[in-house]
T-cell receptor, first 114, second 115 residues
Framework: NAGVTQTPKFRILKIGQSMTLQCAQD?????MYWYRQDPGMGLKLIYY???????DKGEVPNGYNVSRSTTEDFPLRLELAAPSQTSVYFC?????????????FGDGTRLSIL | AQKVTQAQTEISVVEKEDVTLDCVYE???????LFWYKQPPSGELVFLIR??????QNEISGRYSWNFQKSTSSFNFTITASQVVDSAVYFC????????????FGTGTRLTVIP
């Protein structure tokens, strides 16, 4: 009963390094999302995808890239890590074939940029 | 523009007390969805409820109840007879009914239940 799986759970990066946050879901959901949660704040949408090959920007996309080559996977790429990207990142998925189904979240990736 | 306001940053109650978490939203959409999520200390996000803007009936699920008032743009959450396990950050979120169903989150209310 995996649901949404995010890896890694924790990561420390140096300024300027790059990395990919992995997200996989096994519920055959067509919609997937990436959010970031800064300390004491709510979640803000970075990117989302409504299906394989289709992605779009959310509220805070700068500094990130995504791809969606399969239904199951939705990786988030940081090309040049900056301290402002220190945050907890959540991946989520939902079944877009039924109106506004709740989003199911992964356990998050805690990322620190030093 | 979509906006969700949770004015209560932190609330502390003694176990078995009732507590209400406030949520006020802004949207120009005529139809929308409202959600509550729970984030326990372990960090994951747990879905609690979804409410369609057409449905203003209050809902009760065990010790949890939700009061949706479209006239005041509020969707408040009450926990009856609080327990220590209710300690968490609670987020209210607003979702569109078209498109990719992106959620707009409030800043959350941290609830601490003291034994």
């Amino acid at each position: 009963n995996a649901g949404v799986t995010q890896t890694p759970k924790f990561r420390i990066l140096k300024i300027g390094q790059s990395m990919t946050l992995q997200c996989a879901q096994d519920m055959n959901h067509n919609y997937m999302y990436w959010y970031r949660q800064d300390p004491g704040m709510g979640l803000k949408l970075i990117y989302y995808s409504v299906g394989a090959g289709i992605t779009d920007k959310g509220e805070v996309p700068n500094g990130y890239n995504v791809s969606r080559s399969t239904t199951e996977d939705f990786p988030l790429r940081l090309e040049l890590a900056a301290p402002s990207q220190t945050s907890v990142y959540f991946c989520a998925s939902s079944d877009g074939r039924v109106s506004n189904q709740p989003q199911h979240f992964g356990d998050g990736t805690r990322l620190s940029i030093l | 523009a979509q906006k969700v306001t949770q004015a209560q940053t932190e609330i502390s109650v003694v176990e078995k007390e009732d507590v209400t978490l406030d949520c006020v939203y802004e949207t120009r959409d005529t139809t929308y969805y409202l959600f509550w999520y729970k984030q326990p200390p372990s960090g994951e996000l747990v879905f609690l409820i979804r409410r369609n803007s057409f449905d203003e009936q209050n809902e009760i699920s065990g010790r949890y109840s939700w009061n949706f008032q479209k006239s005041t743009s509020s969707f408040n959450f009450t926990i009856t007879a609080s327990q220590v396990v209710d300690s968490a950050v609670y987020f209210c979120a607003l979702g569109k009914t078209t498109g990719a169903n992106n959620l707009f989150f409030g800043t959350g209310t941290r609830l601490t239940v003291i034994p």
